[in-house]
Nanobody, 127 residues
Framework: QVQLVEAGGGLVQAGASLRLSCTTS????????MGWFRQGPGKEREFVAA????????SYADSVKGRFTISKDNAQNTVYLEMNSLKPEGTAVYYC????????????????????WGQGTQVTVSS
């Protein structure tokens, strides 16, 4: 069982940067594929970025490609989402997710492919 905890959200102006982190209060994510999703007001949860367990593969939504970077620090058992040039349409609750499929060299883009979720962290981008 894995319990994920996100942190790093906040209120920023358009063009600013934020780094979100996702760590575990229980269990390890070192060998799991990971993903970040977001859910804006009145919207469905959407894919943002994903990382294979070994960090060899990454995948990004077109809307964030070139601005966001997903990474993992296995020593810290933590996954990060570096967000640059934030836009007001990026206002959402951001969630990290882990897929209980250790060692698979693939990324996953659908919410229903993930087994564990954090509680989310709010990111608000003002114009």
């Amino acid at each position: 069982q894995v319990q994920l905890v996100e942190a790093g959200g906040g209120l920023v102006q358009a063009g600013a940067s934020l780094r979100l982190s996702c760590t575990t209060s229980k269990g390890s994510i070192r060998n799991y594929p990971m993903g970040w999703f977001r859910q804006g007001p009145g919207k469905e949860r959407e894919f943002v970025a994903a990382l294979s367990w070994s960090t060899a593969r990454t995948s990004y939504a077109d809307s964030v490609k070139g601005r966001f970077t997903i990474s993992k620090d296995n020593a810290q058992n933590t996954v990060y989402l570096e967000m640059n040039s934030l836009k007001p349409e990026g206002t959402a609750v951001y969630y990290c997710a882990a897929k209980s499929f250790p060692g698979v060299l693939a990324t996953f883009r659908r919410p229903d492919e993930y087994d564990y979720w954090g509680q989310g962290t709010q990111v608000t981008v003002s114009s």
